[in-house]
């Protein structure tokens, strides 16, 4: 039970994610997963393709998230 | 193309011969400093921890027997496990008997220094203790010898230093504003614990530097993390750069282990191909692993995954904290410090002196192995040795006056009034071998010269005194009168 109220306090503190952060890690994992994609179809085939386009639009994703938060 | 354990018999090989060496250090750390400052008679002495602490929640062998020499000789088990652990020890044993050995050897080193952290009270308080344990309990399902590590640990170790890093970037961006604005870096050579003979020239390098530098800290810290879970050669790509990084901290300040470890967990995301590339060496043939060990390693991943949910809420988190452990084995924790960068440096100068009634010229200071007190001497190089001393210093100068956490401080000047042998092994230099009748500690501002005041003066610091930080105090007030109440705040 303590573990429980413990896993949900834990979750209540995550609910508020910031935006950056987000855009970070929604970034990063559709890169990960647009390269693994890409590695594993043949070249120029429909899943290349969405692998390919998904890398882009993770990096984008981790730029936009890094940049968004800086003030320079 | 997809993992698998067959092209890491050589990441394996050099990953655990990098960790015997981290271990060396933190054994060797133990054998020197442990007594003196948690042990028997030390600044923290052993008893408290056996009589407050709950075995359950901080489990060690010092619990059990809160004796100096127990402590001893554990320390030099340590290093003999760790020199035997360097020198490849179980691949030098039969086949069947190089597994278990291995698991052995890396179980035993593990609970080792489960028992110094967790007696270790503040002094054993940083984030790269928890992070060597959870390490070499990943380390002890790697497997030696003949057969493939499960590919499945490999993957745990990746997750680690993802969490290492990508918590480390993220508490960054949410603690100051210097991440945000990129100016950290202009104060963070000068103002770190424990500044090292690079620092003076890193801190003068030109402020387009130091921005570009901030940048890429953010870009190795949030976005090539990532990169580990990716296919070769991105994983290596990212490996390469985050060893580039914590190499380039290595060279230019002292921060104990934490950046070689966390280049030695980098390891993981190579492959045999790659050493091989790289490396005069050919991968040796080798066969699955034991069902059993597979299976354990799969259990092990399990629970790994279940105690992440913590950590990684915690990273999530807005209000993410920095390096904490939850659970008392240090088994998967979170990461992540230095969110904010002091501006100014503080430093605790500890002086001593024999005269009866001492005016201001009768003083004379002590020297710190780390941390800079003379300004005319060159920050020393320590890392990966780690000065548990030296750091705690540095905490405590943050402060105008000591606090309660810095009780251990009384405890020093008491020892050092004294002339105990184990506290003045902590210090620099020892200019009262049988102690001083007064001691006081002064709390100055430092700074590093500026090129032109190098050249002029030879000096590498400029200093001004800020406060006195404890005013004189004899054996008799510290043992009776004035009590350590009227001291510490």
Known sequence: MALIDSLRRSLDRARDVERFVRLVVGGGLALVAGLWLATLSALWSLPWAVGVVLSFGGFGGLAVGIRSELVY | ?489
């Not at chain 2, 580039?244 to 045999?272: H, K, R």
């Not at chain 2, 924790?333 to 904010?340: E, K, P």
């Not at chain 2, 500026?450 to 510290?478: C, F, I, K, Q």
Request: net charge negative.
């Open chain 2, 1 to 489: 193309m997809l993992p698998s354990g067959a092209d890491c018999v050589l990441v394996r090989f050099v990953f655990q011969r990098g960790l015997a060496v981290i271990y060396l250090f933190a054994f060797l750390v133990a054998v020197r400093q442990f007594c003196p400052l948690a042990g028997e008679d030390g600044l923290l002495p052993l008893s408290e921890y056996a009589e407050n602490a709950s075995f359950r929640e901080r489990p060690s062998l010092f619990y059990v027997y809160p004796d100096d020499r127990i402590v001893g000789l554990t320390a030099w088990v340590g290093v003999a496990l760790s020199l035997v652990a360097l020198f490849a020890g179980p691949y030098w044993l039969p086949a069947p008997y190089a597994l278990p050995a291995s698991m052995l050897l890396w179980l035993a080193l593990w609970g080792l220094y489960q028992s110094f952290v967790n007696a270790g009270r503040v002094f054993y308080g940083y984030g790269w203790e928890s992070m060597l344990l959870e390490t070499g309990f990943l380390a002890v399902f790697l497997g030696a010898g003949a057969s493939n590590p499960p590919v499945v640990v490999i993957w745990l170790l990746k997750w680690l230093l993802f969490r290492n890093m990508f918590g480390a970037g993220l508490i960054k961006i949410r603690g100051d504003d210097c991440w945000r604005d990129l100016t950290c870096m202009d104060h963070h050579y000068e103002t770190q614990p424990m500044p090292n003979p690079v620092s003076w020239f890193a801190h003068h390098l030109p402020e387009r530097f130091h921005r570009v530098e901030v940048l890429g800290n953010h870009v190795v810290e949030l976005a090539v993390p990532f990169l580990y879970f990716a296919p070769q050669p991105y994983a290596t790509a990212a490996g390469v750069a985050t060893i580039g990084f914590q190499a380039w901290l290595v060279f230019t300040g002292n921060f104990s282990w934490l950046n070689a470890l966390t280049i030695v967990q980098a390891v993981a995301t190579f492959s045999d191909g790659v050493l091989t590339a790289v490396a005069p060496v050919a991968a040796p043939a080798a066969v699955s692993p034991p069902l059993a060990l597979t299976v354990l390693a799969v259990l092990v991943a399990v629970l790994v995954v279940a105690m992440s949910v913590r950590p990684v809420v915690n990273m999530l988190s807005p209000t993410q904290v920095m390096n904490t452990s939850f659970d008392p084995l240090n088994l998967v924790n979170t990461y992540g410090a230095f969110g904010s960068i002091t501006r100014d440096r503080y430093q605790l100068v500890i002086e001593g002196t024999d005269a009866e009634n001492p005016a201001e010229d009768d003083w004379t200071a002590y020297d710190c192995k780390g941390q800079p007190v003379r300004t005319d001497e060159r920050p020393s190089q320590w890392a990966p040795y780690h000065l548990r001393l030296d750091w705690q210093l540095w905490f405590a100068a943050m402060r105008p006056r000591p606090g309660r956490r810095q009780r251990w401080l009384l405890e020093l000047l008491e020892a050092l009034l004294e002339g105990d042998e184990g506290a003045r092994s902590l210090m620099g230099s020892d200019p009262f071998p049988d102690g001083p009748e007064w001691v006081r500690v002064l709390r100055y501002r430092y700074r590093f010269t500026t090129p032109e005041e190098r050249a002029e003066t030879g000096d590498w610091w400029e200093r001004e005194r800020v406060g006195t930080y404890v005013a004189p105090v004899s054996l008799a007030d510290l043992q009776g009168g004035l009590g350590r109440r009227t001291v510490v705040r």
